[in-house]
C-alpha cells in the first residue's frame, strides 16, 4: 500500500477525476473511518455519481418483473458509492481489502451491515485510472 502523503495525492488525483471526467458529485475524501473514526489503511473516497453503477440481482430481477409489464425503463437513481484509490505497484492483500471494508460504514442509518462493493480505482504512472467493481464476498450472476 502507498505511503501516506502518496495515498493522499492519489486520492485527490481520482477524485478529481471522478469530479471533472465523470461527473461525480458530494465527493469527499475520508482519511478516517466514517463507521468508527479509526484510521483507514488508505483514504476512501465517497461520492455521487451521475446514475447509477450497481444493480444487486436479487433488486434486478424484482424490478424486470415490475417494470416489464407496464414496458417502463429500470429507474437509474444514482446511490452513493465509495471509492478506494490505489497505484497499480501498490500491494494488496485479501486481509488488507477486509479491513477496508470493515472501516465502512452502515449503507443506511437503520441498519449495521457494511457496504458490499465498492468502486476500486488503479492508477497507472502514466495517469490512466481503471475503474473495477469490487465485492465482499461471492456475489450472484447479473440477469441480461
Known amino acids: 500500500m502507498a505511503d501516506v502523503d502518496q495515498a493522499g495525492h492519489l486520492a485527490q ?3 478529481n477525476n471522478l469530479q471533472h471526467q465523470q461527473d461525480w458529485t458530494d465527493l469527499k475524501i475520508h482519511t478516517d473511518s466514517p463507521k468508527d473514526g479509526t484510521l483507514l489503511p488508505q483514504p476512501l473516497i465517497s461520492g455521487l455519481p451521475p446514475r447509477r453503477l450497481y444493480l444487486n440481482p436479487d433488486d434486478q430481477i424484482e424490478l ?3 417494470h416489464n409489464k ?18 497499480i505497484t501498490d500491494k494488496w492483500t485479501l486481509r488488507s481489502f477486509a479491513t477496508v471494508f470493515d472501516a465502512m460504514p452502515a449503507t ?6 457494511r457496504p458490499k ?18 465485492h465482499d464476498g461471492i456475489v450472484k450472476p447479473r440477469q441480461n
Open 108 to 113: 443506511d442509518s437503520h441498519s449495521e451491515a
Open 13 to 15: 488525483f481520482v477524485l
Open 70 to 87: 407496464v414496458n417502463e425503463p429500470l429507474p437509474d437513481t444514482p446511490e452513493v458509492e465509495w471509492v478506494l484509490a490505489t497505484h
Open 64 to 66: 424486470l418483473k415490475k
Open 117 to 134: 462493493r465498492l468502486l476500486l480505482s488503479i492508477v497507472h504512472d502514466d495517469s490512466t485510472i481503471v475503474f473495477y467493481l469490487m
